[in-house]
C-alpha cells in the first residue's frame, strides 16, 4: 500500500510564493504519475498538475499555468509544487495523489480522474 503524505501548506499574503512537497512511500507501480488537486469545501474538486514519474513530463491546469511548477527528486520519492504568485482564489486543501491515470495526458483529458492513494492535504490561504 502506498502512502502520501503532504506538507508545506501555510498562510500567505497575495503575491507570495509557497512550496507543497508530497513524499511517496509504500508499494505502488513505479510509473504512476503524481497528481496534485484541489479542493475547498462545497466546491468541485479541481485538477492543479501532474508530474510523469518516469520522464518528468508535466501538466498544468490553465488556473494555475506560469505560475505553478512540479518537479520531482526521485532519490527522496518526493514530489514539489512550487507556487508562486499566489492568489486568495488559490485558497483550498491541497492534496497530492496517486494510483490513477496511467500518464499526465491522461490526467489532463479526464474531467474528473479517479486515484487510489491520496494524502491527507496540506491547507494553503492567501490573505488578500
Known amino acids: 500500500q502506498v502512502q502520501l503524505v503532504e506538507s508545506g501548506g501555510g498562510l500567505v499574503q497575495s503575491g507570495g510564493s509557497l512550496r507543497l512537497s508530497c513524499l511517496v512511500s509504500g508499494s505502488t507501480r513505479e510509473d504512476f504519475p503524481i497528481g496534485w488537486l484541489r479542493q475547498a469545501p462545497g466546491k468541485e474538486r479541481e485538477k492543479v498538475s501532474c508530474?510523469?514519474?518516469?520522464?518528468?513530463?508535466?501538466y498544468y491546469a490553465d488556473s494555475v499555468k506560469g505560475r505553478f511548477t512540479l518537479t520531482r527528486d526521485g532519490a527522496n520519492n518526493t514530489v514539489y509544487l512550487q507556487m508562486n504568485n499566489l492568489k486568495p482564489e488559490d485558497t483550498t486543501v491541497y492534496y497530492c495523489?496517486?494510483?490513477?491515470?496511467?500518464?499526465?495526458?491522461?490526467?489532463?483529458?479526464?474531467?474528473?480522474?479517479?486515484?487510489?492513494?491520496w494524502g491527507r492535504g496540506t491547507q494553503v490561504t492567501v490573505s488578500s
Open positions: 495523489a496517486t494510483d490513477g491515470p496511467l500518464d499526465c495526458l491522461t490526467y489532463a483529458r479526464d474531467p474528473y480522474p479517479g486515484f487510489g492513494s
Open positions: 508530474i510523469s514519474t518516469s520522464d518528468g513530463s508535466t
